[in-house]
């Protein structure tokens, strides 16, 4: 649903020289005392910087008379459902917390108001409005989810953004869910300037009772792939081994590692392609393939990795991970990764046995243009939309999904 808060537009040839609209994102507390404005859901982490948080809350005075107003930035690790606890591990951990101090303020509003969207809401929403600030730091992963199967009603294994608006006598007080607001966020990554690098990898397997062995490599065009694209592999099989090469399959697979908790590891193709190709003793074999890793092919397999997505129906497959040289891997939550497998059999008169060769890449989203600067009043609220997943039942403190 939208809310337009620009005047209309009186003609045609206006219309088509106007800048274009700044979406702002808007959600009010069940109250009505507290309202929170940011100009963007999607946070990106450019390796050397990330985005910072900002936006501004608009409170009604008289609700919050005698009371503070606090906001809240959190990144939080949640793995299975949140009211479980085994053994006494916890199954949700916050990588991130912190909280300010909004109203009454504690400096001035020209302090506080870092970029030009918060200039625009101020302006525009009057004296009872103030802005908040948040910087990232630098060891946090992105936002990615575990896609839960058919029968994992409620699971949930996320790393999740959030912000939070709430009033109360202090910071610490329990907060009352009809004075505060919670609002999804993301925290994301773009494919880094493209390499010239194109992928390799070669090996040699030797077999009892042959003389000479089979060679097998593996090549890309490119080392990063977006998502949607199709990825192309260039297999060459030189078998100069008494065996017969036959049942080749190419592969795209996911690999998800846990390395908050429990180490756990989730491997998953993603495509793949039973080729019927075979590769007699003494022939070779040179051919591209091609495959498509896409979302809309895995919709039911339960633990794939996502992109942290502000609707399901707006998802992809995960992002591959880029950990920075100097984070630890064990605070980043989840790990994405993604490699081709080429597999076949190699059959002979004593019997047979799977070999197999791998090949890492990258499967990320473009970085966009940049957005043209848009009118300072010519702005649209939109009703801020919680993340939701596809599968997951929330608890008291989500709000019930609804159709975007």
């Given at each position: 649903m939208l809310?337009?808060?620009?005047?209309?537009?009186?003609?045609?040839?206006?219309?088509?020289?106007?800048?274009?609209?700044?979406?702002?994102?808007?959600?009010?507390?069940?109250?009505?005392?507290?309202?929170?404005?940011?100009?963007?859901?999607?946070?990106?982490?450019?390796?050397?910087?990330?985005?910072?948080v900002d936006g501004v809350i608009v409170l009604d005075p008289v609700q919050v008379k005698g009371k503070k107003v606090y906001v809240m930035l959190s990144c939080t690790f949640r793995y299975g459902r949140q009211d479980m606890d085994v053994m006494g591990v916890a199954f949700r951990r916050d990588l991130?917390?912190?909280?300010?101090?909004?109203?009454?303020?504690?400096?001035?509003?020209?302090?506080?108001?870092?970029?030009?969207?918060?200039?625009?809401?101020?302006?525009?929403?009057?004296?009872?409005?103030?802005?908040?600030?948040f910087e990232f730091p630098d060891n946090l992963p992105c936002s990615v989810a575990l896609q839960p199967g058919p029968s994992d009603v409620g699971k949930k294994c996320a790393v999740e953004f959030e912000v939070k608006a709430f009033c109360g006598e202090n910071q610490d007080e329990k907060m009352d869910k009809q004075s505060s607001v919670r609002l999804s966020i993301r925290k994301i990554q773009f494919s880094p300037e493209s390499s010239e690098v194109a992928p390799v990898a070669e090996t040699t397997f030797e077999f009892l009772m042959s003389e000479k062995p089979l060679h097998v490599k593996l090549s890309m065009p490119k080392e990063t792939f977006y998502h949607g694209e199709p990825v192309t592999v260039n297999v060459q099989i030189t078998n100069s081994s008494s065996r017969n090469i036959k049942d080749i399959s190419v592969s795209v697979?996911?690999?998800?590692?846990?390395?908050?908790?429990?180490?756990?590891?989730?491997?998953?193709?993603?495509?793949?392609?039973?080729?019927?190709?075979?590769?007699?003793?003494?022939?070779?074999?040179?051919?591209?393939?091609?495959?498509?890793?896409?979302?809309?092919?895995?919709?039911?397999?339960?633990?794939?990795?996502?992109?942290?997505?502000?609707?399901?129906?707006?998802?992809?497959?995960?992002?591959s991970s880029i950990v920075k040289q100097e984070v630890l891997?064990?605070?980043?939550?989840?790990?994405?990764?993604?490699?081709?497998?080429?597999?076949?059999?190699?059959?002979?008169?004593?019997?047979s046995s799977e070999v197999s060769?791998?090949?890492?890449?990258?499967?990320?989203?473009?970085?966009?243009?940049?957005?043209?600067?848009?009118?300072?009043?010519?702005?649209?609220?939109?009703?801020?939309?919680?993340?939701?997943?596809?599968?997951?039942?929330?608890?008291?403190?989500?709000?019930?999904p609804t159709e975007a």
């Open positions: 809310q337009v808060v620009t005047s209309s537009v009186t003609s045609v040839s206006s219309s088509v020289n106007m800048s274009p609209k700044h979406v702002v994102f808007k959600k009010v507390s069940r109250d009505k005392s507290v309202a929170v404005y940011m100009g963007k859901r999607d946070f990106v982490d450019h390796c050397d910087f990330v985005d910072p991130f917390l912190v909280t300010r101090q909004v109203y009454p303020e504690l400096q001035d509003k020209e302090q506080l108001t870092h970029t030009k969207i918060q200039q625009k809401l101020l302006r525009k929403l009057g004296d009872n409005a103030f802005p908040f600030f697979e996911q690999v998800t590692n846990i390395v908050l908790y429990s180490n756990d590891k989730y491997v998953k193709s993603v495509a793949k392609e039973e080729t019927g190709d075979s590769v007699p003793s003494g022939t070779s074999l040179r051919k591209d393939y091609t495959l498509f890793p896409l979302l809309a092919h895995n919709k039911e397999r339960r633990g794939l990795a996502l992109d942290g997505r502000l609707k399901h129906e707006d998802t992809n497959l995960a992002s891997k064990e605070v980043q939550g989840m790990l994405v990764f993604y490699k081709v497998v080429v597999r076949m059999i190699a059959s002979g008169t004593i019997g060769l791998e090949l890492p890449f990258k499967l990320m989203n473009p970085k966009p243009e940049p957005a043209k600067e848009s009118d300072p009043d010519d702005m649209v609220f939109e009703e801020f939309k919680r993340v939701y997943l596809k599968g997951v039942v929330y608890g008291d403190d989500d709000e019930s």
